[in-house]
């Protein structure tokens, strides 16, 4: 029987990521890798690509994996793993290997994920291989100090993407990974977010379960390049679902379903605000930059709504 | 007993791919070296192999899925190319220094740019400090042989490190040769099963692999690594002498021909080191004392059996199938000139770079190489330290029909 998504169960689990890594406080990249994990009854193997998650957690000789974990390099984490899950598989169907219901994920961040981890990720789904790939999407390159990826929203703030006097911020929108990965047509694709944690985790437990390559893309709030208080993580995973900036839905067998509608849509302002990286947004020759934001929003929301069929 | 077939190196190579019948194979085309992928693939299909076979979008995800497949615990192999294995570079070092014992014939090629698919050595040479065992062969022969002796070397317990077996593009890979293969029970029995450490497929005994690891312990990791392919040494000439005991076909780390008498020597790798030995009986029948030296193995580099070999000659003659621009010379010629400095030799030695994109490399030019040594033994005196053997100097006209 697989363990009840309820508070008082899971938590009587044994934790795979220990405590004591160094990742920094309020960051949302441990609790969606804790919450993976808690979420998988059987034994995983983890393939990391290098950011923040890796080097927080594996600083030689600590480790705070308590499953077999390996890091190769930046954009391989999905061809790393790729290689383990053959093996898994060549040893059992040589008799090497007793057979073992075992599950095979990938974390990696935007930066390994949308930009250049790419190919090796594609390839990856389109070969087939039987595993969950997880993207931390914290929208920016922030192991390397807070630089812009594919991922970064039209005019926020980074390092590489300044808010300039001429140029105020990332000029171009964010790419649309999730849809990218669902044309590939593999058995399961999902957005997430850790602050609805039932729907993450039940969107773990079908991509585990696929027959083949699953990828979730999950929002993972990083307040260092956010610029927002370490305790409001969960709150900006609020917000950007209830902006509709990160609808949850999920596509089943090239079956896309909506899985959550906020009761009010929210401006986009109300995501934008609290966070650092969009306050010069809010000058007055920056307003035309958030009206462009709230059109992108609207029109991805609503060819979202006419894909789920909910228009 | 073996049998003797009609092969080229290619198929060769593939040949001890399928005895070798690796867990896993991750692999991308490109030419001199996609024969290989493409007999391997065809031994899959036609279940000859119990291999998985990764058909990679690219050699970066070919060396990223060799890596893991080989964490997990299992034998691996890949082969590759050129711009093949420059694509794989930053996987290649991480390949060694997790100490994974993969095996990667490289057929040799010229790198970009000009693009050019023929023979050259800058491919592996470029890869040379990268933490790899480097076997070169002289023909499809040696290709087959050294394919299977890097399983047993890279898996030794006290080496675990990855093995490149090179052979030459086009003038290896795709000759057809008379190649004697070996019984498919008597590889199997001498590779031996594979023996796996840390696999990342005992889930019981988790274990993390390529962590962070700063300036407290990243030097020692680095020191065991170095002493790791320090006894490479040691384990490829055991594994070349057991080979000789049990096929008949002894292996060392270098090769000498009419060495011991000799006056002058050139010292090759690969191919070459065929067309070379043919000169040297030449002059020797002329009464030149000429003699040859063909490492075999280019890492571990063998300092002190080069030295032990040449350090009597009078001049020594390197030929280099790749520049290292801007060095002192090519990459063989520098390594043994650095030999000879810390074993106190005063031999003098010349460097002679060669055959660059697959350019043919005659037996008259390699007696012009034997004529200046001669010269320089007779004078004393060097004109040039590095040569360009078989080059158009100066400012070139190329002329096409109108
Ligand atoms: C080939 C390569 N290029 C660049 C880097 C430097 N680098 C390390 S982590 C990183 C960014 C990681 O960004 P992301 O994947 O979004 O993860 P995050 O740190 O944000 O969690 C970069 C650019 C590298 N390690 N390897
Ligand atoms: S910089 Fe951001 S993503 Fe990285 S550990 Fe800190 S909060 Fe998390
Ligand atoms: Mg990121």
Redesign the pocket.
């Known amino acids: 029987m697989a363990t009840a998504l309820k508070l008082k169960e899971l938590s009587k689990k044994e934790e795979r990521l220990a405590p004591g890594h160094r990742l920094c406080a309020g960051c949302a990249?441990p609790i969606i890798v804790r919450q993976v994990l808690l979420a998988i009854d059987e034994p995983v193997i983890v393939a990391a690509?290098?950011?923040?998650?890796?080097?927080g957690t594996t600083i030689y000789p600590y480790t705070a994996w308590r499953i077999p974990w390996i890091h190769n390099?930046?954009?391989n984490a999905a061809s790393t793993l790729s290689g383990i899950e053959t093996m898994y598989r060549s040893l059992v169907k040589q008799g090497k290997m007793k057979e073992r219901d075992m599950k095979f994920v990938a974390f990696?961040?935007?930066?390994?994920?949308?930009?250049?981890?790419i190919q090796a990720l594609s390839g990856v789904l389109e070969r087939g291989h039987r595993l969950l790939y997880i993207c931390?999407?914290?929208?920016?390159?922030?192991?390397?100090g807070i630089?812009r990826?594919g991922?970064t929203p039209y005019g926020a703030w980074t390092t590489t993407s300044p808010a300039g006097k001429v140029i105020p911020g990332k000029p171009q929108h964010r790419k649309d990974l999730t849809a990218i990965v669902a044309a590939h047509g593999i058995p399961y694709v999902a957005q997430a977010s850790p602050h609805r944690f039932r729907d993450l985790m039940q969107k773990v437990r079908k991509g585990v379960g696929a027959d083949g390559p699953a990828f979730i893309n999950v929002l993972?709030s990083?307040n260092r390049?956010w610029r927002h208080p370490t305790d409001t993580t969960l709150e900006m995973s609020r917000l950007a679902v209830d902006t509709c900036f990160w609808p949850l839905y999920e596509v089943e067998k090239r079956e896309w379903k909506l899985n959550y509608r906020p009761k009010e849509k929210l401006p986009i302002e109300e995501f934008l605000r609290p966070q650092g990286r969009f306050r010069h947004l809010f000058q007055e020759e920056n307003k035309h930059i958030i009206e462009e934001l709230q059109a992108e929003v609207d029109r991805r929301w609503e060819a979202l709504l006419k894909r789920t069929g909910e228009a | 007993m073996g049998r003797y077939v009609a092969l080229d190196g290619n198929s060769a190579t593939a040949e001890a791919m399928r005895q070798i019948n690796p867990d896993v194979v991750a692999a991308y085309p490109i030419t001199p070296q996609t024969s290989i992928v493409q007999t391997f693939s065809e031994f899959v299909a036609d279940g000859l192999v119990d291999t998985e076979f990764i058909t990679v979008e690219s050699e970066h995800s070919a060396m990223s899925a060799c890596i893991g497949a080989s964490a997990a615990g299992g034998r691996v192999m890949t082969a590759t190319s050129s711009a093949g294995l420059a694509f794989m570079w930053?996987v290649v070092y991480v390949a060694a220094s997790t100490r994974l014992p993969i095996v990667m014939p490289v057929v040799n090629r010229a790198l970009s740019a000009p693009i050019n698919i023929h023979c050259d050595h800058s491919d592996s040479m470029g890869a040379r400090d990268a933490g790899w065992i480097q076997l070169f062969s002289e023909n499809a022969q040696e290709a087959y042989d050294n394919t299977i002796q890097a399983v047993q070397i890279a898996e030794r317990e006290e080496v675990r490190l990855p093995v490149m077996v090179m052979s030459d593009g086009f003038i290896t890979s795709h000759a057809v040769e008379r190649v004697e293969i070996e019984e498919d029970e008597a590889v199997k029995r001498f590779i031996g099963p594979f023996r796996p450490t840390y696999p990342l497929l005992d889930i019981d005994n988790p274990v993390t692999y390529g962590p962070l690891d700063f300036y407290d312990f990243y030097m020692e990791h680095k020191r065991q690594q170095a002493e790791a392919i320090e006894r490479a040494k040691e384990a490829v000439i055991e594994v070349g002498e057991e080979f000789g005991k049990t096929f008949g076909r002894p292996y060392g780390l270098l090769e000498g021909y009419k060495l011991d008498d000799a006056e002058v020597a050139v010292v090759v790798l690969s191919s070459t080191a065929g067309t070379a030995r043919g000169v040297v009986d030449d002059l020797r029948g002329r009464g030149i004392k000429a003699g040859l030296l063909k490492p075999r193995c280019f890492r571990p580099f063998p300092s002190q059996e080069i030295v032990a070999s040449l350090r009597d000659k009078a001049v020594v003659g390197v030929m280099d199938r790749s520049d290292s621009f801007g060095a002192l010379g090519g990459p063989l010629f520098m390594e043994i000139c650095a030999a000879f400095q810390a074993h106190g030799v005063r031999t003098k030695v010349v460097d002679y770079i060669f055959g660059l994109g697959g350019r043919d490399t005659t037996p008259d030019q390699i007696e012009s190489v034997f004529r200046d040594l001669l010269q320089i033994a007779e004078t004393g005196e060097i004109e040039r330290l590095v040569n360009w053997l078989g080059v158009r100097e100066g400012k070139q006209e190329v002329v096409t029909a109108a």
């Open positions: 990249a690509a290098t950011g923040c998650l890796e080097v390099a930046f954009e990696a961040g935007d930066g390994g994920t949308y930009d250049i981890g931390y999407d914290n929208q920016a390159y922030m192991n390397t630089q990826s991922a993972s990083c390049g | 930053e």
